[in-house]
């Protein structure tokens, strides 16, 4: 633990005192967050209620794993930045000995969870492609996946923890300015933030990796087996799993790496100064880091949702209305209609037709009969 109890109110404050980020700096910051926040609240509502509309949808394990990343996604985008904006603005912090506590634990959980039924996702489909039948067992099932899916819960919370154990707020008196900050165990949480660092992105990343490349080439061998039986077969999947292996991978490096490699510089910089704070351009930078784990948290709807064949099916046939009932009443003392209205917002389910997207693409007699064409969704 950092000793703070030397005396510091003979001496004025060394560094530059400012109080408060510039009205303009914040207000950009604001009007570029927003945006994010609004798509990212949206996307992520919309995948919600589409899952929990459709009973073929709920039937899906992938989809409950979807479902519970869009609910981490969605309380990131509605509580995060806001507290993040604090944090930012402000020299001291002003979150005060509570909000020191809970700030990186909530975030920290939050981002976890999602990762981690992230990780379920990929290996729901590795699992659905390329393992054999008789492997049943290993495979997730709705049940499975609801576990799975309170169990991220449980360990995000978990291993966010020490984010709120060893943090604490601080109040420092200088001759000339009261400091508020909220410090950090250097010693305990530079050794936790290389365990997060890999929870949040080397271990999904090598997961998503290995995954998606394993169902290329096992969807490349059923289709060498296809074409040796000379039958013309039309095959779109190859491209359709390149296509989604690309932007999956370069949206994950993209938008996290920045924040893990930032993590590290962070954690260098506080252990070499002697006032527990972070100056100069980094502080640009750690916000460029945090708006693009936003970023993420906001694309996540139209990656998981909007390229999935099945999703764009139920939203196109998903209809959203508004209807108006009007009671009028006759004010017998005044001689004037008055109309009640009442608005109610009426979701329509139409049947949904979902494309089956079987465990193992066939390769016998009948396959070749059809000639069916095998999608991954």
Not at 93 to 98: E, K, R, S, V
Not at 275 to 292: K, P, V
Not at 319 to 325: P, R, W
Not at 366 to 373: G, L
């Amino acid at each position: 633990m950092e000793n703070y109890s030397f005396d510091t109110t003979q001496w004025n404050f060394p560094n530059v005192i400012w109080i408060r980020n510039s009205n303009d700096e914040i207000l950009l910051k604001v009007v570029t967050l927003i945006p994010v926040v609004i798509f990212g609240i949206t996307g992520n509502s919309i995948l919600l209620l589409i899952i929990a509309k459709n009973r073929s949808l709920r039937n899906m394990p992938t989809n409950i794993l979807i479902a519970n990343m869009a609910v981490a996604d969605l309380v990131t985008l509605a509580i995060c930045p806001l507290l993040f904006l604090f944090h930012d603005s402000y020299q001291n912090y002003i979150l005060g000995a509570y909000g020191c506590r809970l700030e990186g634990f909530v975030q920290g959980a939050f981002l976890i969870t999602s990762v981690i039924n992230l990780c379920g996702i990929s290996f729901d489909r590795i699992s659905a492609i390329v393992m054999p039948l008789n492997m049943d067992s290993l495979r997730f099932t709705v049940t499975r996946a609801k576990i799975f899916a309170v169990l991220s819960w449980i360990l995000g919370l978990g291993l966010a923890l020490p984010l709120s154990i060893f943090r604490h707020f601080v109040v420092r008196q200088w001759k000339n300015f009261t400091e508020k900050f909220c410090a950090e165990n250097v010693v305990i949480l530079s050794v936790y933030w290389h365990v997060i660092i890999a929870t949040l992105v080397w271990i999904p990343l090598s997961l998503m990796i290995i995954s998606y490349t394993a169902i290329f080439l096992k969807l490349n061998y059923y289709e060498k087996q296809l074409l040796k039986r000379e039958t013309p077969i039309s095959v779109s999947y190859k491209k359709k799993i390149s296509k989604t292996l690309f932007i999956v991978l370069v949206t994950f490096v993209l938008l996290r790496l920045p924040f893990t490699m930032l993590v590290f510089i962070r954690e260098q910089k506080l252990q070499k100064s002697e006032m527990n704070q972070i100056d100069g351009t980094f502080y640009l930078l750690w916000y460029m880091a945090h708006y693009m784990i936003f970023v993420n948290a906001a694309v996540n709807p139209v990656i998981y949702g909007l390229m999935n064949g099945n999703f764009r099916r139920a939203f196109a046939q998903t209809k959203f209305c508004v209807s108006c009932h009007c009671n009028k009443n006759h004010d017998i003392t005044t001689g004037n209609d008055h109309a009640n209205v009442k608005v109610r917002f009426v979701f329509y389910e139409e049947p949904l037709h979902l494309t089956l997207e079987p465990r193992e693409p066939c390769t016998g007699l009948e396959c070749e009969r059809t000639r069916q064409i095998f999608t991954v969704q």
